[in-house]
């Protein structure tokens, strides 16, 4: 990736302040994986924080860090993720606390300091003319086609672009990589069966894992939980890349080491 610059051919960048800036990648395939990645470990890092009880400092050093990682990918699916789970933490907090509501001061800190960078190039994300949000709306029309085609058993694992490349071809411009759903690619690739078995698998273990951490206190996997939320709806890699399978079931690994502590 060290060879990547804005000229690259289908490359990530990101217009400010009139410049064409090459979004980071790191070591992953794409700047959206690496914020998403983030997110996660950011919420995750703040539930270590608040349970240790010694060498809080690095902790902490850890936690900017991520954030920086998080607004420097300009992945909106990160931050819309980011901002659901500050809300649902507060949220838990508030019920919690039966209508009192106490606000870190570091946590406005972060969000006064982000507002500069998140609010105009998040805004875009609902535009329609933007060349993103077109691209999606696109691709969700062919999955809904492929999905048509096959809705008990889809097209097969992995096999959402030979799918899309199988359907009638069109005048307008082809674009060829997965929709940026992971539902909607769920059910184009493995169809209902799949999507059922799917959340049976996937969210019952969430919720019930969400269970654990709230009874023990630690109600900071909701942020966790709006990360991967915001992940299925905005884009696609939890379940088309190996990096995104990973981590998603990292987090299921450690929601059932505390469902087993917990017991």
Not at 40 to 62: D, E, P, T
Not at 124 to 140: A, C, D, G, P
Not at 198 to 225: D, E, P, S
Not at 237 to 255: D, E, K, P, T
């Amino acid at each position: 990736n060290w060879r990547f610059s804005e000229l690259s051919l289908g490359i990530a960048k990101v217009q400010l302040w009139g410049a064409e800036f090459l979004r980071p990648y790191a070591t992953f395939p794409h700047p959206n994986v690496l914020g998403g990645t983030s997110a996660i470990f950011f919420f995750l890092a703040i539930h270590v924080y608040q349970q240790s009880k010694s060498n809080r400092y690095w902790v902490m050093m850890g936690i900017a860090l991520l954030w920086v990682l998080i607004i420097l990918s300009f992945s909106r699916s990160a931050w819309i993720g980011i901002g659901l789970g500050v809300c649902s933490i507060y949220l838990l907090r508030w019920m919690s606390n039966k209508g009192t509501l106490k606000i870190d001061p570091i946590i406005l800190v972060l969000l006064a300091a982000s507002l500069i960078f998140v609010v105009p190039y998040t805004a875009k994300l609902f535009l329609v003319n933007e060349q993103s949000v077109s691209e999606r709306i696109y691709l969700l029309e062919k999955s809904i086609a492929i999905i048509s085609g096959h809705p008990l058993i889809g097209s097969g694992m992995g096999n959402f672009l030979p799918a899309l490349l199988d359907l009638p071809k069109e005048s307008s411009p082809r674009v060829v990589q997965p929709v940026h759903n992971t539902l909607f690619l769920v059910a184009a690739e493995v169809g209902l069966i799949g999507v059922i078995s799917l959340f049976f698998v996937w969210v019952y273990q969430l919720l019930g894992t969400c269970k654990i951490f709230l009874r023990k206190g630690g109600n900071v996997l909701a942020g966790v939980l709006s990360i991967i939320l915001s992940m299925w709806m905005f884009d696609h890699y939890l379940w088309s890349m190996s990096i995104g399978q990973s981590v998603f079931w990292l987090v299921i690994g450690l929601g059932l080491a505390m469902i087993q502590s917990g017991k």
